[in-house]
């Protein structure tokens, strides 16, 4: 599709007429009108408007002409669903969001992503090692390890997690053992359904939004694991079986 095409197609779905698109966008309905009819198209600055207010990336604009990778971890941006954020909403097209959420960068170290890319990178044509040496190879290729010194926080992000870890292991709950490691998880990957007492089936995460979480099992054996996800707002623990079946919510704590 073709930008004009792209413009009204978002245009149309969020029920905006081209007033009132031209009023967020601050231009004139006028200059909506020859986009959708193709005799211009927006400036730098327009389309960094038009991405925010349509919620689109700049390259769905374009009509995703470039192909994008995650800057972090490599991973293709096969489309915005899986972009990072930046604070106020705004999709970076530098990155997952496993990689970067609402304007942070969850990994600074390089052999901790390593060792959670490996894991859903081996089959039976790929062995571990095989791609544990990919990754090697790639990541230091990546803008965001050249420049990491420059991109990093100053240990703010490491600090936060371990005031995580540290509240969630002085919870003491049974059977859990100590949480050691925490890492960036989609809410859709992990929005279980619980059952509430009186029958009503439940779920606490947002779908779209990064927390820090980890699978753990338990230590008393037997088929079930715990699981922990955490933002700045709660901490959630709860047990499950594998795959998230028959999910139990443990611990739901306001932080």
Do not use: H
Not at 58 to 69: C, Q, V
Not at 79 to 88: H, V
């Amino acid at each position: 599709m073709e930008t004009k095409d792209i413009i009204l197609e978002l245009r149309t779905r969020m029920g905006l007429s081209q007033d009132e698109l031209a009023e967020k966008v601050m231009v004139t309905r006028q200059a909506v009108s020859r986009w959708e009819n193709g005799e211009t198209v927006p400036n730098t600055e327009t389309l960094k408007l038009l991405s925010k207010e349509l919620d689109v990336s700049i390259n769905t604009l374009f009509g995703a002409p470039r192909k994008l990778i995650c800057q972090c971890c490599g991973m293709p941006i096969e489309d915005d669903a899986i972009m990072g954020r930046d604070s106020d909403g705004t999709l970076n097209e530098d990155y997952c969001k496993w990689c970067y959420a609402d304007g942070t960068y969850t990994y600074s170290n390089m052999d901790d992503l390593i060792d959670v890319c490996v894991k859903n990178m081996v089959s039976e044509d790929f062995t571990e090692e095989q791609a544990r040496s990919y990754m090697k190879e790639i990541l230091p290729k990546l803008d965001y390890w050249k420049r990491y010194e420059k991109l990093s926080d100053d240990g703010q992000f490491e600090a936060f997690k371990r005031q995580l870890m540290d509240e969630i292991n002085a919870l003491q709950v049974e059977g859990m053992p100590q949480l050691t490691k925490l890492n960036a998880l989609v809410g859709k990957y992990v929005n279980l359904e619980y059952r509430l007492p009186g029958g009503e089936c439940v779920k606490f995460l947002d779908d779209q939004k990064t927390y820090l979480g980890n699978q753990i099992a338990c230590e008393f054996g037997g088929d079930r694991y715990f699981g922990v996800l955490a933002d700045m707002e709660f901490i959630m623990v709860s047990t499950y079986e594998k795959d998230g079946e028959n999910p139990e919510l443990v611990i739901y704590k306001k932080r």
